[in-house]
């Protein structure tokens, strides 16, 4: 059995160990190759696009693939709607991987926004001073904006950018202590973040309810209609063996 094991993320990377170790299962992870130094997953690994749904559809095709697992970040939602469409046309199984997102707790101060254009013109009437971890291509949303942006990201901002701004390269984990320190030395009056949920990045949220300051939460493109989805990699990998 061949998995293409659509990837980006720790569970993507997670569930590439666990079928390695397994008899009669081959996989091959995909990633979109944006990242400069991107974690590998163990086995075989392709960089970059298909080429939409045809290429994707060709792709599997050429390589014998039997199941798909799409374990791309929940925001990449344009890769997830090409591989439901691309398995559908060929009548392959496949499965979408979505860690659960966060939940706001007492103590929180969150507006949830649909999309980053909202989320920009909502932190604008929060104050000046914002945290902005979006994601290197959601940094073009702010470009207009007049505060000041503490922009964190794992490489820089791609296209336009804040005129007044200042850019952290990091890759979580992230400490709770250290992102109090973070947003108390940068004076942050607000956080902007996007609903990716998991434990890594997590830290920014209770620093942000310790200091009782406000976070635009950006809400998840919804999944493609009657997509089969998963929480965690155990689930994703009783799906994949149910398939044998
Ligand atoms: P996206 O907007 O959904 O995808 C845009 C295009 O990038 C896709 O149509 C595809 O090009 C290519 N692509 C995306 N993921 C790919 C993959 N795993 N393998 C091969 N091609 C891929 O995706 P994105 O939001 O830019 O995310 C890109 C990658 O970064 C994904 O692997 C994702 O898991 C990871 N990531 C994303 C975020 C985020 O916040 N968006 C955060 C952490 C990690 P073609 O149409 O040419 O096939």
Redesign the pocket.
């Known amino acids: 059995m061949k998995i293409l094991i659509?990837?980006?993320?720790r569970e993507?990377r997670e569930i590439a160990d666990i079928a390695s170790g397994e008899r009669g299962v081959e996989i091959v992870s995909?990633?979109?190759?944006?990242?400069r130094e991107p974690v590998l997953p163990v086995g075989a690994v392709r960089?970059?696009?298909?080429?939409?749904v045809q290429?994707?559809r060709e792709w599997i095709s050429g390589n014998a693939i039997d199941l798909v697992v799409d374990a791309?970040?929940p925001?990449?939602?344009?890769?997830?709607a090409?591989a439901a469409q691309a398995a559908a046309q060929l009548g392959l199984p496949v499965l979408h991987v979505r860690r659960p997102g966060w939940h706001e707790q007492p103590g929180d101060r969150w507006i949830r926004v649909p999309n980053l254009t909202v989320a920009a013109e909502t932190v604008a009437g929060l104050g000046d001073r914002v945290f902005l971890t979006v994601?290197r291509?959601?940094v073009a949303a702010f470009a207009a904006s007049g505060q000041f942006f503490l922009i964190r990201a794992i490489d820089s901002p791609e296209g336009a950018v804040p005129p007044r701004h200042e850019v952290l390269l990091a890759r979580g984990p992230f400490a709770v202590e250290e992102e109090i320190a973070l947003l108390t030395a940068h004076a942050i009056e607000v956080l902007v973040t996007?609903d990716?949920g998991g434990a890594l990045t997590e830290a920014k949220l209770q620093a942000a309810r310790t200091l009782g300051l406000p976070v635009v939460m950006i809400d998840r493109p919804p999944l493609p209609g009657g997509a089969e989805q998963v929480e965690t990699v155990a689930q994703a990998w009783d799906w994949v063996l149910a398939r044998r």
């Open positions: 659509l990837g980006g993320t993507a995909s990633l979109a190759g944006r990242v960089m970059g696009g298909f080429g939409g290429g994707l791309t970040h925001f990449a939602g344009g890769m997830t090409n994601g291509q959601g996007k990716s």
